[in-house]
T-cell receptor, first 110, second 114 residues
Framework: GENVEQHPSTLSVQEGDSAVIKCTYS??????FPWYKQELGKRPQLIIDIRSNVGEKKDQRIAVTLNKTAKHFSLHITETQPEDSAVYFCVAGGYQKVTFGTGTKLQVIP | DGGITQSPKYLFRKEGQNVTLSCEQN?????MYWYRQDPGQGLRLIYY???????QKGDIAEGYSVSREKKESFPLTVTSAQKNPTAFYLC?????????????FGPGTRLTVT
């Protein structure tokens, strides 16, 4: 089955700095890569996603890059703010399957 | 927030008892899922259903059972056979095939078994 590895498990950055979270996947059939943000005590919510026919996607301060050959994808958050503090999950999905990474706890220090 | 609901928010049970967690959605989504979340871990898939009256086991189905008699509802029963049932349970739904579409999550049920 699919195996998704996510790093780092925890990340602390100063407000205004950038944060990068990296994931690798094993199944070349995976073709949908969403990222979910889960604030403490709340439900996960989609923040950005990318499909395998696209190499990069950006939405304001958030961007995701995908390297299909190397089977890795990354989340980039620029100009971090305290409200970005949360756990972030990467996901590798394809037909009839979806696998979550183990999560990255991001702390933005004011 | 009213799109997918779970009840109750907190649930306490004695060891050896079966317990059923509720999940309802009004998004007209075909697919529904149950995940288990433990501290420091990602979401692990328990069961999923692509259509009414059909469901498949996920990665950790042992000790759990589900039903999908209505499109809107996908209850999860945690049986006494589940060795470590204390966890946070999340229900989700999506418009179609689970791998290729955004999943909408409910607020979760925190189950404690003593």
């Amino acid at each position: 089955g699919e195996n998704v590895e996510q790093h780092p498990s925890t990340l602390s950055v100063q407000e205004g700095d950038s944060a990068v979270i990296k994931c690798t996947y094993s199944d070349s059939a995976s073709n949908y890569f969403p990222w979910y943000k889960q604030e403490l005590g709340k439900r996960p919510q989609l923040i950005i996603d990318i499909r395998s026919n696209v190499g990069e996607k950006k939405d304001q301060r958030i961007a995701v890059t995908l390297n299909k050959t190397a089977k890795h994808f990354s989340l980039h958050i620029t100009e971090t703010q305290p409200e970005d503090s949360a756990v972030y999950f990467c996901v590798a999905g394809g037909y009839q399957k979806v696998t979550f990474g183990t999560g990255t706890k991001l702390q933005v220090i004011p | 927030d009213g799109g997918i609901t779970q009840s109750p928010k907190y649930l306490f049970r004695k060891e050896g008892q079966n317990v059923t967690l509720s999940c309802e959605q009004n998004l007209n989504h075909d697919a529904m899922y149950w995940y288990r979340q433990d501290p420091g871990q990602g979401l692990r898939l328990i069961y999923y259903s692509q259509i009414v009256n059909d469901f498949q086991k996920g990665d950790i189905a042992e000790g759990y059972s589900v039903s999908r008699e209505k499109k809107e509802s996908f209850p999860l029963t945690v049986t006494s056979a589940q060795k470590n049932p204390t966890a946070f349970y999340l229900c989700a739904s999506s418009i179609g095939d689970r791998g290729g579409y955004e999943q909408y999550f409910g607020p979760g049920t925190r189950l404690t078994v003593t």
